[in-house]
């Protein structure tokens, strides 16, 4: 089990070097030209070999990527190379929204699959099965911005429910004080969660109707198996049989769609971010890739996808808590 | 445990009584007749081997006899009264009241039969907690105790072993555990050492029968293997295609058995006394299509003897004068006048195989 994860480790950081090099110099192949969108119409030869020379860019790629990589390792991202802002500063700012409408939405896509799956796995081709197997499989085939407008128009017109805005929870710095005032502290949770109500719904839509489909088959395959007339025969209800004996085993390949799902959200939520004016991480990498702010764009897509391997790697190792198989070598 | 004491202390033979029980399949291509009309009795302690090739019903009929069948697509019928207990037609409710605590089964294949992804021995220990009501506590300790009972070596290391770092022998003699945790008076085997290699037969079945000693209990073998069952049974049931076909004391049934298949089968099963390299008899064809039963006798196809009277109707349980042996066979075999081979009655035969010293 040690050995296996020491293994993981290994290739984690292995991975993590590797998407440094590839986030680097791949915004060296993007075209435009920084000078022009920082300096407009002073762009003079002049001007353009001062500017680059007080932003390090005149010295060589491989010495440029190491200055970088650098500070990244001492915690420092750098700084916007057009407003000036500390990169950790924004991301500070931006990521915890991000991972708080992934983690509430998750919740709710988990909440509802698992107990909506055991149901339909009980009786395959029942009637509940087949409603909610086709309800699923139409959900599926629709994109999010259009669950999207179709839960503005219900919650935030219809209902009056605040439909936007990243809610005062997440703003990291200042929340300490919450703890100490507790009327403020619902106050301020309940308004941020009623603003997170429209962009949790919009991602849990798409998880749930995945982790549904998934953990259904998986139930439904598992429940044939001998172990479990097996576990009949020693007189356990179906209640615990599902709990105890059937969902274990089928939860695995669930594990592995949900990191890869979740990975996806962090980057990709942007389209929900964006349709809801949330000022996620999304918002913030089409900014700076409208803008021109490579460096903003680099660290960004860094971090991104430093998370998504962050959390497959605590996927796997969940996996191998449910499934103890799989660690064996 | 194949010893006439164990009948003659025991003469109730109410224990588990099984009346012209059926289990048909609603398949897409037709009712399918999986077992057609069983009927036997079995007493306290008795121990009543079912014998038959692949596909005869013998594993369909000891989970109808459980009401382990599935409870979609299938017709029972007919009556298993077991302890007082009804089983035909009793919700699922009402036989996990019985499962586990009074009947219980050793499944085929160890390698699936077991929780891929929970301790042995909490599987061991589950139904001690959820059946008996014991303390989480209470349930390891038994649970240690029991795997040292079916002679697991080190039981509190393997206590927290999943069943993938077990080998096969290991995990019968787990599942054997899980069997007997809540002290079952039927215990329902369904070919126990199939997937095992041979000397680790000889020690399942022989932990088997002292188990039975020491609790008590009644026993249902099945198997394909009549080797299996010649030295650990009181009595056997012949099984084709569903059905009965010779059923009586062990000893009978290999000593003056009257259905053809019977015999085939016995002819088909290695012996000790056989020079080595003998070929084996097989059985030509292959068991019916229960999809598409004849009118007839249904190993009429497959039978030597076989006349035209075979394929038309199907013969009925006749006993044969010995007490409680009896065949269904037009043209039944006469031992008395045609001797097979002399060591083909033998039970002796068949055990020396399984006997351990």
Known sequence: MLKYFIKRLVALVAIIIAISIGSFFMIQLLPGDLATSILGVANTPANKRELYARLGLDKGLVQQYLTWMGHVLQGDLGKSYITGESINTSIGKSLPIDLEIIFLSQIVAFACAIPLAMKAARKPNGLFDRLSNGLTFGLLSVPSFIIVVYLVLIIAIKAQIPGTGPGSFTRWPEWAWLFTDTGMFFTTVGHNLTSMVIPTLALSIGSFVVYFRVLRSDLIATLQEEFITMARSKGLSSRRIMWRHAFRPSSVALLGTAGINIGGLIAGGFVVQYLLAIPGLGGLLIASITLQDYLVIQSTVFVVAVAVIVINFTVDFITTLVDPRIARD | ?357
């Not at chain 2, 009257?258 to 292959?286: D, F, Q, W």
């Not at chain 2, 009277?309 to 006993?319: A, G, H, M, T, V």
């Open chain 2, 1 to 357: 445990m194949s010893t006439e004491t164990n009948q003659n202390n025991n003469p109730d033979e109410d224990f588990l009584v099984v009346e012209n029980l059926t289990t048909t399949f609603n398949t897409a291509r037709g009712p399918l007749p999986a077992v057609g009309g069983v009927s036997f009795r079995l007493g306290h302690n008795e121990t009543l081997g079912v014998v038959g090739e692949s596909g005869s019903g013998k594993t369909v009929l000891s989970r109808t006899i459980m009401g382990l069948q599935p409870r979609t697509n299938v017709e029972v019928g007919g009556s298993v009264r077991f302890d007082g207990h009804e089983i035909v037609g009793a919700t699922e409710a009402e036989l996990r009241e019985i499962w586990g605590t009074k009947v219980a089964m050793i499944f085929q294949d160890p390698m699936t039969s077991l929780n891929p992804v929970t301790k042995i021995g909490k599987q061991i220990g589950e139904s001690l907690h959820v059946r008996l009501g014991m303390s989480k506590d209470e349930a390891k300790a038994r649970a240690i105790e029991l795997l040292t009972l079916v002679g697991i070596p080190s039981p509190e290391e393997r206590y927290e072993a999943y069943p993938t770092q077990l080998s096969g022998g290991m995990r019968q003699r787990v599942m054997i555990a899980i069997a007997l945790a809540c002290n079952p008076s039927l215990l329902l085997a369904d070919e126990p050492t199939t997937g095992l290699d041979v000397t680790i037969q000889a020690q399942i079945l022989n932990l088997l029968d002292e188990l039975q000693m020491k609790l008590q209990m009644s026993v249902i073998l099945v198997t394909h293997d009549l080797g299996v069952v010649a030295t650990r049974t009181d009595r056997i049931i012949v099984m084709y295609a569903g059905r009965v076909v010779e059923m009586g004391r062990t000893k009978d049934v290999f000593k003056d058995h009257r259905m053809p298949y019977t015999r085939a089968l016995l002819e088909s099963t290695p012996r000790v006394s056989n020079p080595s390299h003998t070929r084996l008899k097989t059985i030509p064809g292959r068991p019916p299509n229960l999809l598409k039963l004849a009118e007839g006798c249904a190993f009429a196809p497959r039978c030597s003897r076989a006349t035209e009277k075979c394929s038309q109707e199907r013969p009925n349980l006749e006993p044969t004068g010995t007490d409680g042996h009896y065949f269904a066979c037009w043209n039944p075999l006469d031992n008395q006048s045609a001797p097979v081979s002399s060591s083909t009655g033998s039970t002796k035969e068949f055990g020396e195989d399984n006997v351990r010293s």
